[in-house]
């Protein structure tokens, strides 16, 4: 294990399944998965996108997308209904369970969070996301 302690591929994946494996627990209760969490975080933010552009917004492959958003319509989180301007355009809208639970969500993925950055300083933790956000935006 001494000789993983330095690698950056190693030390990402082992922080990737502590925080999806803290988050994925606090959802189960809710029939979520985190992938369904952010797509809705998505939609929470502006609704009625088509999954296009919900694919581009989280950096998804749209064939991925489209079995995870079938299994949300399933749930009762979202429904589909044609662009009234391109009827070969489907928009994804929040349904009332979407929409009402909102406030439970958020608190679980603040309280997910925070229990991922649990031992940290204040500044470390600025620094850390600032860090993660350097590594996943540049080229």
């Not at 749930?75 to 301007?85: A, L, S, V």
Request: charged share 30%; glycine share 6%; proline share 4%.
């Amino acid at each position: 294990m001494d000789k993983f302690k330095d690698c950056v591929i190693f030390l990402l994946a082992k922080a990737y399944q502590k925080a999806h494996g803290t988050f994925k627990k606090r959802l189960t209760g809710y029939g979520l998965t985190p992938i369904q969490h952010l797509i809705l975080e998505v939609l929470w933010d502006e609704d009625g996108l088509s999954a296009r552009t919900i694919s581009e917004r989280l950096v998804l492959d749209p064939a991925t997308l489209s079995g995870v958003l079938e299994r949300m319509v399933s749930g009762g989180w979202i429904f589909k209904h044609p662009d009234p301007e391109d009827k070969r355009t489907l928009r994804i809208c929040l349904s009332d369970k979407g929409v009402s639970l909102k406030p439970k969500l958020t608190t679980e993925r603040d309280q997910a969070n925070q229990e991922c950055l649990d031992g940290l300083t204040m500044e470390e933790k600025v620094l850390l996301k600032r860090l993660l956000r350097d590594v996943s935006y540049t080229k």
